[in-house]
């Protein structure tokens, strides 16, 4: 047992650096995120692994494997995205976001607004006829104000099941994969007809200066040398930290089960993550994000790993159909919310993306509509999303509770 745990690690850890790196040269990237590959990886490996893990073993043996490896992968699972929450939340400078006063701020405010408006309506539609709609609503919510790591986090705090959140997981991956390449293809042309142009402030040069947040680029770096590890080390240092006090609160009010209580843990984490972000020195940390976005994607590979074909073809029309309908609902209130307030085109399709899919995705679309001016600003509020996200998606469930 104790190989087959080593091996699994090995497989979970190193995985995602090698598909990273044949994403980018078969440029699969441009069409699928690194996370969606990992996840779809992960679920083609951990739905076949009887065929090529343990099919020459005797049935005791191959079922006590199998409690193993599913162990191994929820504790993978739940690590990885326990550090990479303080480390990602670290990197948004409220400060700076604060003083913006552009529109594409006011833009994404109005999302968060249609993303609160709409899960909790949907959740009160389908309350009686979805089961755990209310932390389907919640976790909804967090993945589109925030991201992946809210769905995560939300799932964790409201006792959801495992598979609850693979299924949301790949319903999400579908929906917003669909609505992206909207956004890419014909998302400015038809979305511009009610909404002003964008007006360039900025100058090349000044653009060329750059702000804090471009160092957040999700692009891998080329060497690993002590100075670029160290500020990784130390990094590492505070999350883990930040991990270690919060489920120490959560142990000292546990839930009704007797375990620590996971939304306080969650919540927590969420605090000390932006705390940390308050501290210059911690917030330009170099390498940071991109070591973030490796902790998700292990995440994503060992998450995909329990995933069972069998369960979310069975579960999955009715997951999908909400899932569709919330998202369409968001970007349509959010959209007439745009038109009403005067939000420039530009502004509203990088907030969109900002709080539908995170920060990958934000630097793909800017380079598409062809507006590096908003980037920075459009990554930070993105990064500030998944600060955001904990505390919304929570809500919005406590709300469809009552």
Not at 23 to 35: A, C, M, T, V, W
Request: charged share 10%; aromatic share 10%; with cysteine.
């Amino acid at each position: 047992m104790g190989v087959t745990i080593v091996i699994q690690m090995l497989l979970f850890l190193l995985l995602p650096i090698w598909l990273m790196k044949l994403s980018r040269q078969l440029k699969i990237n441009r069409f699928l995120s690194d996370i969606v590959l990992c996840y779809g990886i992960g679920m083609l490996l951990g739905n076949t692994k009887s065929l090529w893990l343990w099919s020459w073993l005797p049935g005791e043996s191959a079922e006590a494997l199998a409690g193993t490896i599913a162990t191994t992968s929820q504790i993978t699972a739940f690590a990885s995205v326990l550090l990479a929450i303080p480390l990602l939340l670290m990197l948004c400078d409220v400060t700076e976001w604060l003083q913006y006063t552009g529109k594409i701020t006011k833009a994404f405010l109005l999302g968060v607004l249609a993303v609160v408006g709409v899960t909790i309506t949907m959740g009160y539609i389908y309350q009686g006829s979805l089961e755990q709609v209310e932390t389907t609503a919640g976790m909804m919510a967090g993945v589109y104000v925030g991201g992946t790591p809210n769905m995560v986090a939300i799932s964790k705090a409201l006792a959801a099941d495992d598979q609850l959140f693979l299924l949301l997981n790949a319903t999400d991956a579908l929906c917003s994969g669909l609505y992206f390449l909207f956004l890419l293809s014909l998302g400015k042309p038809i979305l511009g007809r009610l909404l002003p142009n964008f007006q360039a402030k900025q100058t090349t040069k000044q653009l060329s200066e750059g702000s804090s947040q471009l160092a957040y680029l999700p692009f891998p770096p080329k060497q690993w040398q002590w100075t670029r590890i160290r500020p990784l080390l130390f990094a590492t240092l505070l999350g883990l930290g930040a991990v270690i006090i919060a489920a120490g609160l959560a142990s000292l009010f546990p839930d009704s089960k007797g375990e620590p209580n996971q939304t306080i843990l969650m919540l927590t984490l969420t605090t000390l993550g932006i705390g940390l972000s308050f501290i210059p020195s911690i917030r330009q940390l170099k390498g940071v994000f991109n070591y973030a976005q490796y902790l998700l994607l292990t995440f994503g590979l060992a998450a995909g790993f329990l995933a069972d074909f069998t369960e979310l073809i069975s579960m999955g029309s009715s997951y999908l159909a909400f899932n569709a309908l919330v998202l369409v609902g968001i970007v349509g209130i959010h959209y007439l919310l745009a038109v009403l307030f005067r939000i420039d085109s530009d502004s509203f399709i990088l907030s969109s993306t900002a709080a539908t899919m995170g920060p990958p995705f934000v630097v793909q679309m800017a380079s598409s509509i062809k507006n590096q001016e908003l980037l920075p600003v459009a990554i930070s509020l993105s990064i500030l999303g998944l600060a955001l996200g904990n505390y919304i998606g929570i809500f919005v469930a406590w709300i469809l509770g009552l």
